[in-house]
């Protein structure tokens, strides 16, 4: 690839700033308020496990409290009555994903009688999703994910597309090699991950934190581009010192 190419591709794919990504407002499904999403160095994308079919609640109640909260989902047939509907999913069960400082979510999920939460009912349906791969003070950590990889996640996500899948079993994920690779074309323009395999179709993948792995549908090889790895190493390792 020659200086021109990747010239373009730290432009066009790796850009300025957080992401060339916005992700859609976070959109309360009751009232309809609505959040938007801006960064905040002092803000992290946090993991929260919902009690069984309450993610969507969970959120709801973050979103009403003035803060970003996503789930990720995909459309889905189901026959009801004999009748097939079509609707949306959550693809990650009981997942849910909020942006928000430590010291605030902390308290949001508090359930010290001492330091009550300010929303009670939020502390009942979700708890932090552990990283049981670090410790801190010989405790897992709340799992944290990257800023970077979640603009890669919602955009892959975003589309709701009915053939993507979530996988959280690394051995049914085939990577074809250590490549990133950038869509170029087509439904998931703009989405970035590794050329893997998953039930025998070739898709744009990412591997979410500890969580598992989250795949498009499938892609042609001629709708990607293989992205200079030193260009994408040295722009996350930027954004992790802001």
Not at 65 to 80: F, M, P, Q
Not at 201 to 214: K, T
Request: hydrophobic residues 40%; positive net charge.
């Amino acid at each position: 690839m020659d200086a021109l190419s990747n010239a373009r591709i730290t432009e066009e794919i790796i850009g300025e700033g957080v992401a060339s990504f916005t992700p859609p407002k976070a959109k309360n499904q009751q009232s309809g308020v609505s959040v938007e999403y801006v960064h905040d160095p002092k803000k992290r994308w946090f993991v929260l496990r919902a009690l069984y079919g309450k993610a969507d609640k969970a959120a709801d109640m973050l979103i009403e409290a003035g803060y970003y909260a996503y789930i990720a989902k995909r459309y889905e047939d189901r026959i009801v009555n004999g009748r097939r509907k079509r609707g949306l999913k959550n693809l990650i069960p009981n997942i849910l994903f909020t942006y928000i400082e430590k010291d605030e979510i902390a308290s949001l999920l508090s359930r010290k009688s001492d330091a009550p939460s300010p929303l009670p009912k939020l502390a009942q349906t979700a708890t932090f999703y552990y990283n049981h791969f670090a410790t801190e003070n010989g405790k897992n950590p709340p799992l944290q994910v990257h800023e970077r990889q979640m603009m890669d996640f919602i955009m892959i996500t975003a589309t709701n597309d009915d053939n993507m899948v979530y996988v959280n079993d690394s051995k049914i994920v085939h990577i074809k090699n250590d490549d990133l690779v950038y869509v170029k074309q087509g439904k998931f323009k703009g989405c970035m991950g590794q050329v893997v395999r998953v039930a025998g179709q070739q898709r744009v993948g990412l591997r979410l934190a500890e969580l598992g792995w989250v795949a498009t549908s499938y892609v042609p090889t001629a709708f990607l581009e293989v992205i200079p790895k030193e260009l994408y190493d040295s722009h996350v390792e930027t954004l992790a010192k802001q």
